[in-house]
Each structure stands twice: as structure tokens, then as C-alpha cells.
């Protein structure tokens, strides 16, 4: 079982950046291939971002690349996203999300991502 709490969020002017953190509960958080997924009022949650177990392999939607870094702590048990850059349309309820430890590799994809925190809300001001 994981708990995962997410942080960080706020308002922020066009351009400017944000790092969000999530804090994991429990042992075996190195178990956990981690993502982060967005989701605005009236649209379906998307993929932002992922890393696998170790933190060696990351992956990022397109509309992200370039301007956001995933990156996790196994020690501190937490998955970072720096965002930079950043675009009205990147407003949004950020969630982290880890998947089931049957995994080793991170995913785009929701399914198999078993546990999700209550999410933080970006907003990004033009």
C-alpha cells in the first residue's frame, strides 16, 4: 500500500516555474515506476510525465517536453516535477500517480497505475 501527497502547486505568471513534489508512505517506494498526470474541469486526465523505478529512464508528453524534468529520491521516498516555462495551458489538478510493482518501466498509460494522490492545482496566469 502507498499513500502519495502531492505539493507545491499555486499561481504563477506565464514563463515563469513551479516544482511540484510528492511524498510517498511506505517502504517499498523504489518498487514503484512513478508518473505525474494532469486533468483540467470538463476533459479527460492526461499524461504528463513518468520514470521508471531506479529514476534512470523518463518519458514526457510532447506538449511538456523540453520544458518539464521528472525526477524521484529513493531515499526520500519522493518524485519531483520541475516545470518550466510554463503556459497558460498547462492550468490544471496535477496528480502523482505510482504504478502496480509488476512494472519495473514507466507508462503513459493510467492503467496499472494503482495509486494516485488528491492532486494540487497549477495555474498559470497570461
Known amino acids: 500500500q502507498v499513500q502519495l501527497v502531492e505539493s507545491g502547486g499555486g499561481l504563477v505568471q506565464a514563463g515563469g516555474s513551479l516544482r511540484l513534489s510528492c511524498a510517498a508512505s511506505?517502504?517499498?517506494?523504489?518498487?514503484?515506476?512513478m508518473g505525474w498526470f494532469r486533468q483540467t474541469p470538463g476533459k479527460e486526465r492526461e499524461f504528463v510525465a513518468t520514470?521508471?523505478?531506479?529514476?534512470?529512464?523518463?518519458y514526457y508528453a510532447d506538449s511538456v517536453k523540453g520544458r518539464f524534468t521528472i525526477s524521484r529520491d529513493n531515499a526520500k521516498r519522493t518524485v519531483d516535477l520541475q516545470m518550466n516555462s510554463l503556459k497558460p495551458e498547462d492550468t490544471a489538478v496535477y496528480y502523482c500517480a505510482a504504478r502496480s510493482s509488476e512494472y519495473g518501466s514507466g507508462s503513459p498509460y493510467q492503467s496499472g497505475y494503482y495509486y494516485w494522490g488528491q492532486g494540487t492545482q497549477v495555474t498559470v496566469s497570461s
Open positions: 511506505g517502504r517499498t517506494f523504489s518498487s514503484y515506476a
Open positions: 520514470i521508471n523505478r531506479s529514476g534512470g529512464s523518463t
